[in-house]
T-cell receptor
Framework: KQEVTQIPAALSVPEGENLVLNCSFT??????LQWFRQDPGKGLTSLLL?????REQTSGRLNASLDKSSGRSTLYIAASQPGDSATYLC????????????FGSGTQLTVLP | EAQVTQNPRYLITVTGKKLTVTCSQN?????MSWYRQDPGLGLRQIYY???????DKGDVPEGYKVSRKEKRNFPLILESPSPNQTSLYFC?????????????FGSGTRLTVV
């Protein structure tokens, strides 16, 4: 059964700092990997999706990488801002017809002004 | 606008009173799914549907029912809610065979069972 782990569970950084969030998964037979942002009590906003055949995706200040063979993904946030404060969730979509999404427990990011 | 719409956003109910949380998507997606989110447990899949009239259990299906009579709708039914079903619920959809397309989630339904 797929397991997804995110480290660290919480991170606090000063504004302007570059940071990396980590995600690891146990089964490399994935369809794709998606990073989400969740504000407290709110829904999930999709940030980036990386297909299993891709190595990275970029959107603005965000860059996500995927190393399927080692079961790892990173989310790089450049020049962090207080508005980036949220919980970031990594989710892996399994191969096969079920397309089940398995989530990590998230990294709670606080960017201090 | 392409979206997944859940209703209601907030619901307080009493133990044993049947309720339905609706979910509708306007993107013609084959695959729909329900998740619940609980502190310390993260997001867990309740049920999913790969297409009309095709549903299957996820990781935590006990106490829930679903139906998929139309492609756009996937309601979640709690026939006899209990306090341990107090949670934040999300519906999601995705086209089944497009690897370059990610999940779209609804805004969530916060359910409290007293």
């Amino acid at each position: 059964k797929q397991e997804v782990t995110q480290i660290p569970a919480a991170l606090s950084v000063p504004e302007g700092e570059n940071l990396v969030l980590n995600c690891s998964f146990t089964d490399s037979a994935i369809y794709n990997l998606q990073w989400f942002r969740q504000d407290p009590g709110k829904g999930l906003t999709s940030l980036l999706l990386i297909q299993s055949s891709q190595r990275e995706q970029t959107s603005g200040r965000l860059n996500a990488s995927l190393d399927k063979s080692s079961g790892r993904s990173t989310l790089y946030i450049a020049a962090s801002q207080p508005g980036d404060s949220a919980t970031y969730l990594c989710a892996v979509s399994s191969s096969g017809s079920a397309r089940q999404l398995t989530f990590g427990s998230g990294t709670q990011l606080t960017v201090l002004p | 606008e392409a979206q997944v719409t859940q209703n209601p956003r907030y619901l307080i109910t009493v133990t044993g009173k049947k309720l339905t949380v609706t979910c509708s998507q306007n993107m013609n997606h084959e695959y729909m799914s329900w998740y619940r989110q609980d502190p310390g447990l993260g997001l867990r899949q309740i049920y999913y549907s790969m297409n009309v009239e095709v549903t299957d259990k996820g990781d935590v299906p006990e106490g829930y029912k679903v139906s998929r009579k139309e492609k756009r709708n996937f309601p979640l039914i709690l026939e006899s809610p209990s306090p341990n079903q107090t949670s934040l619920y999300f519906c999601a959809s995705i086209p089944r065979y497009r690897a370059n397309y990610g999940y779209t989630f609804g805004s969530g339904t916060r359910l409290t069972v007293v």
